[in-house]
């Protein structure tokens, strides 16, 4: 059903009357009116995207009317209704600046093509601007997700919610590290400032429903019947979105945006805007954490629990660190930022801690493994995601890097079996690294390669097991500058 609203104001009842029908019966909101000061307060109560204006109306001029509409809302398209020629309407409407016009009388036929055009008119500069502003508000969320800072963070996020929202009130919500089920009120702005730091139950509100249903909630007047049971603040008033933070599937906190003042309410297309930022702050506050415990353990003691994963393998010893130094090369070759590289780097770090869970004996066979022994390799992905964070909670980049590491370019590898673009580029540049690695190190079951051996090897394994731009750009720059 078009979405469009329409202001339609004419002297004459019976015209009024017939176009109102025929827009009505079409499906659109339409307002009408006589007079000048009428059409006026019908725009200030519903503001109009469309004005079917005849040019003489009770007390005033329909140029006049439009004028002031236009004043208001640059945006407004016109109609002029005149009695003139047709030539004379074009320059008319031209001249005042409608988009189009009408001659009396016209048709039912007339005035429904010219709606359409004019409606049609408006959907596309709505989706242009709507591209624009999404454009504009992604760059915002990736620069704002690139802090490493959870305080900084939070902070930032509040700030951007509330500008690009329009909003009143906005407030960020988080498990609390201490109990999680319970929520702690992060950062606010339009809160009392005492309220900052409570704690709530995860179960409590509007914001226990939306993590029980881990999904977002939109509040405004045309879903409060939905939602006539649920416990609303400010009685539902207003308008706001409620967005949950998921990270691995868990629900972390909860970002809400109410606006209290502004007359227009939120809608589904703000929905899944913010829906954007929820998910790169969820993402960016965990890889905080992630990036906190790195801080305090020091970049040399998140090394050494990765050596100290590698003892039981002779074989891998030094290979978290080589491999590291090797992905970061690549990451920078293909132009990441240094926070992408950053994470990438520690994903090849910690990408194989989980093999502390594995025998040693199968880590040290020098025969195949049985399909048993394979089934545990085929785990360690995964278990070094909950060595490195019990609660998996490991944010996106790093955790792709780590988990996906395995997959093969043609769709054989593991975990999931993703297949070419599918796989991570995070994990796609740690495979390349690795593979090289591997190759040049020897194995229970097989001599190292010589350098001109690995690189055939390479070149043979582009396209099936690796990545073949990414294995091309390691030859070229990585290997040839090593």
């Not at 109306?57 to 047709?86: C, V, W, Y």
């Not at 624009?132 to 802090?147: C, H, N, P, R, S």
């Not at 090797?326 to 070759?333: M, P, V």
């Not at 994990?427 to 010589?450: E, G």
């Amino acid at each position: 059903m078009p979405s469009v609203r329409i202001l339609v104001a004419e002297d004459e009842e019976a015209i009024l009357t017939a176009i109102r029908a025929t827009l009505v019966r079409i499906g659109y909101e339409v307002v009408t009116a006589t007079s000048l000061s009428v059409a006026l307060q019908r725009a200030v109560e519903k503001p109009p995207d469309l004005a079917i204006i005849d040019w003489v109306l009770e007390d005033g001029t329909g140029l006049a009317l439009f004028q002031e509409l236009k004043r208001r809302n640059p945006e407004i398209m016109g109609l002029l209704i005149t009695g003139h020629s047709t030539s004379e309407g074009a320059r008319q409407a031209e001249a005042i600046g409608f988009w189009d016009f009408l001659v009396k009388p016209f048709t039912i036929g007339e005035l429904q093509s010219r709606v359409r055009k004019a409606v049609d008119f408006i959907e596309l500069s709505r989706a242009k601007k709507r591209a624009e502003q999404m454009a504009g508000f992604y760059q915002k969320v990736l620069e704002l997700v690139a802090i490493n800072d959870p305080a900084t963070l939070s902070r930032q996020l509040i700030a951007l919610a509330k500008a690009e929202g329009q909003a009143d009130l906005v407030s960020l919500m988080v498990r609390s590290s201490e109990d999680p089920q319970r929520l702690v009120i992060a950062a606010a702005d339009g809160l009392p400032d005492d309220l900052v730091g409570q704690h709530v139950s995860v179960t409590e509100g509007v914001a226990g429903r939306v993590i029980a249903q881990a999904g977002s909630v939109l509040i405004a007047p045309d879903t409060l019947e939905q939602i006539r049971d649920w416990p609303l603040r400010y009685g539902g008033e207003g308008s706001a979105l409620c967005l949950p933070l998921i990270v691995a599937g868990q629900v972390v906190g909860v970002l809400n945006v109410t606006r209290l003042q502004t007359p227009e309410p939120f809608s589904q297309s703000d929905l899944e805007l913010f829906e954007i930022l929820s998910r790169k702050a969820a993402e960016a506050l965990a890889r905080c954490q992630v990036f906190l415990r790195v801080a305090r353990w020091g970049w040399l003691g998140f090394l050494s629990f990765a050596r100290y994963a590698e003892q039981a393998n002779p074989h891998r010893i030094g290979s978290a660190e080589r491999v590291s130094h090797l992905t970061r090369r690549l990451a920078e070759g293909i132009g990441l930022s240094e926070g992408e590289v950053t994470e990438i780097a520690l994903a090849s770090l910690a990408r194989d801690l989980g093999m502390v869970r594995i025998p040693v004996q199968v880590l040290t066979k020098p025969a195949p493994l049985t399909a048993e022994e394979w089934a545990l390799v085929r785990k360690h992905p995964l278990w070094s995601i909950e060595i490195l964070d019990p609660e998996s909670k490991v944010p996106g980049a790093m955790r792709r890097g780590i988990v996906h590491h395995h997959e093969r370019f043609s769709g054989s590898g593991y975990p999931e079996g993703l297949k070419g673009e599918q796989i991570p580029l995070e994990a796609r540049i740690v495979s390349v690294a690795d593979t090289f690695d591997a190759l040049i190190h020897p194995r229970p079951y097989r001599q190292a390669f010589t350098r001109q051996q690995a690189i055939a090897e390479l070149h043979r394994l582009a396209g099936e097991q690796l990545d073949p731009d990414l294995t091309d750009l390691f030859i070229s720059r990585v290997i040839a500058e090593a």
